[in-house]
Structure formats: C-alpha cells, structure tokens
C-alpha cells in the first residue's frame, strides 16, 4: 500500500459518490419526459423514431404487456445476432477472413449479449469478424444497457403510483433512454479513450517485425490444411505402456509437432474505443480482445485504466439515485446507496487484504504478479475485479483464476448475492428490491403487523415473487454447477483440479445466472455443454428477475396508498440499513456458503499448507 494507491482509491469512490446526483437527476428528467439541453438537437430523432415505428409514446402498458415487449424484443434481436456470427464469413468487414461461429457458440454469444450478460468463451480478435463485432455485439450492448434501464424506470414508476394498472411505456422507456442518455455518453467516454491510444479504425490488423525473432514448435498439417497426427502407446503416470483387454497396447493420436520460424506478429485493430465505451459505462462487459482490458490497446495507460473503472460506477451509482427521485424518497435511495456501498468497499477491502498476504505457495514472494500486468498492479487489478462484480459488468483487466483464494472468492461473492451493489443497469436496483421487500417482511413478522412499502400494504404475492427474484437465479447457478462436476463433458474443460476447479465451474455458471459476463479463467467453456448451459442459466437470470419484478410493482401500482402510523417500519434509517445488509447477508450464506466451503474457502487452507490445484 502507498499514497498513491490511496489517492487512487479516493478519487474512484469520491468522484463516483459526487456524480451520482448530476447523473441521476439527468436520467430522471429524461425519463419522466422533462427538457434537458440535448432536447433542442434531439427530440426531432425521438419523434422520427416514434413515427417510424408506429409508437404512440403516451400509450400505457400493463406489467404483463410490459415484459412481454422486453421479451419480444430481445428474441428478435437474439435471431439476428445468432444469425451474423453464424454467416459472418460472407458478410462485409471482415479483413482477416474469419470463419463463420459455430451453431453453440453463435447461441449462447447471441443470448450472452441480447440479455446484458456479455459472457464470452471466445477470443474477439481471432473469432469475430469487426462485422460481428460493431453490428452485432456492440449493438446490442446498446440495445440490453437501454432495456435494463428501460425496466428500472418502469419499477420506479410504478411504486409511486396508486390504483393504476400501467406501468408506462417500454418502447418510449427506451427510445428515451437511447437517444438522451445511452448513446451521447458513450460517444462522450470514447473520446478520452481514443486519446489515450484506444484503436479505433476499420483497417485490417498490422503486421509487425520482431525485433528478436523466435522458433516454437506447431503442430504439422498437410496439404489441405488438417492437423497431422501419429499413434503412440499411452502411458501410465509412471510412464508405462497401459494395455487393454487383449494385453495389447492401447493407442492414443499425439500430434505431429515440427519446428517453425517466428519473424513477424499481426497486431489486431479495429473500432475498440467505442466498444470498450458502451461496455464499460452500460454493465456489458466483454472485450473485443480475448485478454480483455488487460491488452495494451484496449487499456494502453494509467488513465485509461481510471477511466474505464470509473465507468463501471458511474451510471448504475446514478440509477440509485434516479429511483430515488421516481419513488419521490431521496432519503430511501440514499439508505439503499449506502449498504450498497459498505458491502462493495468491504469486498474490495477483504480481497486487497487477502491478495497482499504472503502466499507459500510462490516462496511468499511480494507483489503477487500472476495473471497480472505489470503496468497495472496489484491494487488497480483486485479492485477492477471487485467493481466488475460488485456491479453487473464482466470485464476484467486480470485473471481471477490467480488470485489468492479468498481474493478470488470476493469476486465470486459479489456475483452470487446477485450484483446488488449497484449491479448492472436497471437489474441491479430491482435485484435489490426483492431482498428490501424481503426485509420489510421480517420487519412486520417481528412486530406482529401487516408490512407496508413505500406506502402500500404487502401481502403474499409481493411475497412469493420476491423469494422467485432471489432463488431461481441461486439455482440456475447451482444446479448446473452440481452436473458440471459429474458429468465428463463438464470435467473435460477444467484446467485445475480439486476445489480450485470447482470454483471455475462455480463461477462460470454463477455469472451467468446473474448476467455478470466476467471470466474466472482457467476453464475451457467454448463446447457444446458449456454454451449451451451458460445460455440457459443466462436466459432464467434476466428473464426472472424481470417478470418478478414487474409483476411485483403492477400489483402494487393498482393498490391505494395508506398514510404512515406508528407501526410503519422506516425505510431510510440506521435501523433498515443494518437490518437489509443482514438479510442479504444470511440468504446468501444460507444458500452457498457449502459450496463455497468446498471451493475457495478450503483452497484457503490448503494453500496455507503450500498445496495449490
């Protein structure tokens, strides 16, 4: 620890808490339909927008017509997108001539980035084609980013209003949420990083002299291109023949390896600066390199790498504020911004705590540079990690599969509460809903009366669709997890024996079932079983969610409004806070803390002991 990484600390957090009112009051004002100062040069685009599309912006929809909107519109956008990968070796900009995606990999990408989860098991500059990449991906981190906030607004929106049976308007939510907010603040971030040094050009990737060329070994293909094999006898660990049934020896195909000169490198280009830019300000996640901001040109300075954090806390720190103002409780939003912010500095406080330890395993050699850049370091690594998870967002700029135990468990932590501080864009503030309703109901339970909300009284079906908001996604993540590691098609991918491996495989279906996008590495995830059961838990943790969440304000909407009494729980103390943080806090532990038992947290020990996995 030195001044600067101190200095660095509090101008992230302390620049994040004081944009948090401007940004937020701007989103309220374009979502309730006030003026702003881009209304003058925008508002004939909204309107184009509108007549284009047949919408009328003041029609009112139901929960139910609501969330079908959301789910109509992303199936739509998921055909497509699977549609681009799986044709993008016909398809224009494609300077490397890239093949077309196969069909798994097109379906849990096009699912991965229709719903915000952006999860990928593929490197971007050798499978995508700028094409896919530009039209497809970054489209729809455009598109998803709206969506979720789209379903934010109508949340809030909805729990300030009394016996109504309309949430508002999807495709005006987001129409809004595009052309005043998404777009202009993306095109806005992308500048500083283009300065930067951010590639952003269409040309195709440069090739490079070595300045100190090399001979590795590759594999030996004939003339068709097909990898060469040749069978060997396959050993044992003691490295004798193993025999089969007959007594003969049982042969395996090893590769044919030949020597080969390295005197050049291509050096991968393209529009990156706008695609790190919606991904980093709007929870995508994703990379358009495989080693994600990690790679020079996606992350080339110290600045850079500051403000490609600071972008990750920026809109969902806002958002909690803006709910605030649609509820019409400021004092609310600020209780829920301030648990939300002592789980997230506690987080990141445990993991810079545990990856600054001595590990035994390594000689305890200081600072631990495994799976990390040098121009990075240690503290901006670890705190990257913990604000992609605390919030919905996915990239990294380090390997989570490096780090020390317990510092890879806050990460992985941050993920399976459910993203909750701050969390991704619109999901992040109704994932936390569910677990305040939650919390308002242990209240009343407590005190022997009904539970009241923001005004309304709760009853069994804000109840039941709470406990679905919490728990489906819990078991979307562990349910698949608990085949992974039992079937050989889930063992086949991992890279790492005993509990680290389990905490791969954990983590793996952990983001996706909460959306996160994020890798812990380590784990071979482009196969047919891996995506298409990353897809599946990817589906049930945005969908979910969303049905529970509306379906919980529309009913609410329709109920009158009671007056406060003495019995009437506060939502913006002291009290409530403790009360929320311990509630989320418990149903977490009570739900994964056995398996976290069996992943990081007996590694802890074992790496304590000089073992490692």
Known sequence: MNSIEIFQIVLFFGLGIALTPVVGRFMARVFTGEKTFLHPLLSPLERVIYRLSGVDPAEEMSWLKYFLAILIFTTVGFVSLMAIMMTQAWLPLNPQSLPNCSWHLAFMQAWSFTCNADWQSYSGESTMSNFSQVIGLMVHQFLSGAGGLAVLVAVGRALKRASIKTVGNFWTDMTRGLVYFVIPLSVLWAIPLAWQGVP?????????????????????????????????PKTDDKGNAVKGLDGKPVMVDQPVMVDQRVETQSIPVGPVASFVSIKQLFTNGGGWFGVNSAHPYENPTPLSNFLELLAIIVVPMAQVYMFGLLIGNRKHAWCLFSV??????????????????????????????????QRIGVMNSVLWAVSCTAIDNGSVNSMHDSFTPIAGLMPMWNILIGEIMFGGIGCGMYCMLFHVLITVFIAGL?????????????????????????????????????IAVMVPQGLSSMNNAGPHGLSEVLYCFGEAANNNGSAFAGLSANTVFYNVGTAICIIIGRFVPIVAALAIVGRLASKKTVEPSAGTLPT??????????????????????????????????????????
């Open 572 to 613: 913006h103390g002291w009290t409530f806070g403790l009360s929320l943080t311990g509630v989320i806090v418990v149903v977490a532990a009570l739900t994964f803390f056995p398996v976290l038992c069996l992943g990081p947290i007996i590694e802890q020990g074992l790496m304590a002991a000089g073992r490692a996995f």
């Open 200 to 232: 952003q050009t269409w040309k195709p990737f440069e090739t490079a002299a070595l300045v100190e060329p090399y001979t590795t070994q590759v594999q030996k293909t004939d003339d068709k291109g097909a990898p060469v094999t040749t069978s060997v």
């Open 340 to 373: 939300m912010m002592a789980l997230f500095v506690g987080s990141f406080a445990v993991a810079w705590w545990a990856e600054a330890q001595p590990n035994p395993v390594v000689q305890n050699i200081q600072p631990l540079m495994e799976g990390k850049e």
């Open 446 to 482: 407590m005190i022997g009366r009904t539970p009241e909300y923001l005004g309304k009284k709760l009853g069994a079906w804000e109840a039941t669709w709470s406990c679905i908001g919490v728990l489906v996604p819990n078991a979307a993540c562990l349910i698949p997890t608990a």
